[in-house]
């Protein structure tokens, strides 16, 4: 917490947007667990009881990043942020994999022929079906939500080398009059 009192009013304004995104991403994360796991026992006799587990996994995964990342940047630097980047191109791409492969067996289309599943009870796979096409909007979120803190984690890299590179000719220039 200390790094965060001496920091510049840049800098605390990169580390509270970082702590409310990574909140938000804790959040979806928690709810992805939630949602799929209540699910998961119906789906365990048809033929997706795998992707159910990529879910939850794509949900642990998201809540220990945000918690890691949400935390860290006050203890340390902002500049976590940053070289998270890559870290969270890669959670966007695993969401939309899992938001892809959902929607590709949730759509309305495959429901009306079951997606090629034994369904015993209609109304209870019908039921259960319309509950899995709501949570791919838990997907599309964490894709938003790790879509933006990469994008804020390169312009923070870009930022911080071209202000880098500024400041190093400044100084060199102020050195040479000086001399």
């Not at 006799?45 to 990043?65: A, D, L, M, P, Y």
């Not at 935390?71 to 966007?92: H, K, N, Q």
């Not at 796979?125 to 803190?149: C, D, P, Q, T």
Request: hydrophobic letters at 50%; proline letters at 1%.
């Amino acid at each position: 917490m200390n790094n965060f009192l001496t920091s510049t009013r840049a800098q605390k304004k990169v580390i509270l947007t970082n702590g409310v995104l990574r909140f938000a991403q804790i959040v979806v994360g928690v709810v992805t667990l939630g949602l799929y796991a209540q699910q998961s026992g119906f789906w365990l006799n048809h033929s997706i009881q795998s992707k159910i587990g990529f879910e939850i996994t794509v949900g642990t995964v998201t809540t220990i990043t945000g918690l890691v990342l949400c935390i860290f940047p006050f203890i340390l630097s902002y500049r976590p942020v940053a070289f998270a980047a890559g870290w969270d191109l890669m959670m966007f791409i695993l969401y939309s994999v899992a938001f892809g492969v959902m929607r590709a067996i949730f759509s309305n289309d495959h429901n009306e022929s079951k997606a090629g599943m034994e369904v015993t009870d209609d109304k209870a796979f019908v039921e259960y079906a319309h509950k899995m096409r709501g949570n791919l909007w838990v997907n599309l979120a964490g894709m938003i939500l790790f879509l933006i803190s990469a994008i804020m984690g390169i312009t923070l890299i870009i930022t911080g080398r071209v202000f880098g590179r500024k400041s190093i000719i400044e100084s060199d220039r102020i050195l040479a009059n000086n001399a």
